[in-house]
């Protein structure tokens, strides 16, 4: 939020791949609660890859840098695909998504994995798997071993080839990840599972004593379990519901919201949020972005899945603009158009009508009318 205003400053980023089709339709969707319901939020798109480095040379040109460093929330759409192969290594590395969640220090990293009962019959879990299943997996963003160093490829004196990586957790880096878990589960069935690998790795050793260190000092009202990150896998997909909040460091949890996408029915449904430290004006920098990544198999196609997109789009208006009564109108006309049958070619079941990416965003644009007129009529 603006120190001076309530105004919400938002870049919307499409990217590459299947990024700017999907963003268009959560773009529409913020014009809706930006006319329809006064939300009070100001947009600048911006553009991000292969096409501004075709002009600029640059992935993130600094119109888009700016924009992002300006936003209260950022909208992000996906990264990546064949045509990395056209932006040299270095220009990548130097705009990636990485170095940008590592520059506003996106540590907090929340991944809802919750089961639409209208797709139950296409997702590939048994239906009484996934009925009921509403979890959150918080993953650590900005450390562990996607940016511990020393890292690298060496040359062995044998002309063999090394490569290595390190993976490194602090005290403060735990602990406010801890803190950020235990917070949520109070808002929600007071459950926290802690992932990750004590019998091997001394980071998990750390890991695990300081979670358990901190809940005790501060939180020993919510219920705290431990589980080993192969085990946590396994769980997933036997019996997702005893989840509630799981918590765990950068890599397990890229692996486990994967996993875990299959007990919501689809990746191209879950939506995601990466939050910043609060500053002293109580300020939380955020980027939301579908956890399905640029797809460029499908990319240009127009059939792409936009409600990873679209809700976290929900996820926005619930964290960085503090409406929730918006974010769950927005949940509900998304669930309310699935119901009525809307599905793109990802969660169709067989025979059913496959809506394009636009029709999709229509959708979901008409259900919020109904959902918001009914509400309305029941005011
Ligand atoms: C994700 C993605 C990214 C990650 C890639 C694109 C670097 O898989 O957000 O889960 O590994 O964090
Ligand atoms: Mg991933």
């Known amino acids: 939020m603006n120190a001076r205003s309530n105004t919400v400053k938002v870049a919307v980023v499409g990217g590459e791949g299947i990024g700017p089709e999907v963003t268009a339709q959560s773009h529409r969707i913020l014009?809706?609660?930006?006319?329809?319901?006064?939300?009070?939020?100001?947009?600048?798109?911006?553009?991000?890859?292969?096409?501004?480095?075709?002009?600029?040379?640059?992935?993130?040109p600094d119109d888009t840098l700016e924009a992002m460093d300006e936003a209260d929330a950022i909208l992000w759409g996906a990264t990546g695909g064949p045509e990395t192969k056209e932006v040299p290594a270095a220009a990548r590395k130097a705009g990636s998504l990485l170095s940008l969640r590592k520059k506003y220090d996106l540590y907090a990293n929340l991944r809802p994995i919750v089961a639409s009962s209208a797709l139950a019959a296409s997702a590939p879990l048994k239906a009484e798997v996934v009925r009921g299943v509403d979890f959150i997996i918080l993953r650590e963003l900005t450390s562990g071993i996607y940016f511990g160093e020393p890292r690298g490829i060496e040359r062995l004196p044998d002309g063999q080839r090394r490569g290595f990586n390190t993976e490194q957790y602090t005290t403060n880096q735990i602990r406010r990840m801890a803190r950020a878990a235990f917070e949520l589960a109070r808002t929600r069935r007071n459950k926290v599972c802690s992932v990750d690998k004590a019998n091997v790795l001394e980071t998990s050793v750390l890991w695990r004593e300081e979670v358990i260190a901190l809940h005790k000092e501060e939180f020993s009202d919510v219920e705290l379990s431990h589980l080993y990150v192969d085990n946590a896998a396994m769980q997933i997909v036997r019996e997702p519901r005893q989840f509630d909040v799981m918590v765990t460091g950068n890599m397990f949890g890229d692996i486990l919201s994967d996993c875990a996408a299959m007990a919501s029915g689809s990746l191209g449904m879950l939506p995601s949020a990466s939050l910043g430290p609060v500053d002293r004006f109580g300020r939380r920098k955020a980027l939301y972005e579908p956890v399905h990544g640029s797809a460029p198999d499908i990319a240009g196609k127009g059939i792409a899945n936009p409600l990873g997109s679209i809700l976290s789009v929900a996820m926005m208006l619930r964290t960085s603009l503090n409406r929730p009564e918006d974010a769950n109108l927005l949940e509900r006309a998304v669930d309310s158009a699935l119901v009525a049958g809307a599905r793109t070619a990802d969660i169709a079941e067989a025979g059913a009508r496959r809506l394009s990416t636009v029709e999709m965003g229509d959708a979901v644009l008409n259900a919020l009318e109904t959902v918001a007129g009914k509400e309305r009529e029941h005011a």
Do not use: D, H, Q
């Not at 809706?32 to 501004?52: C, D, N, Q, S």
């Open 31 to 60: 014009n809706w609660f930006i006319a329809k319901r006064g939300v009070p939020m100001t947009l600048r798109e911006a553009e991000y890859g292969l096409i501004p480095y075709l002009a600029t040379g640059k992935v993130l």
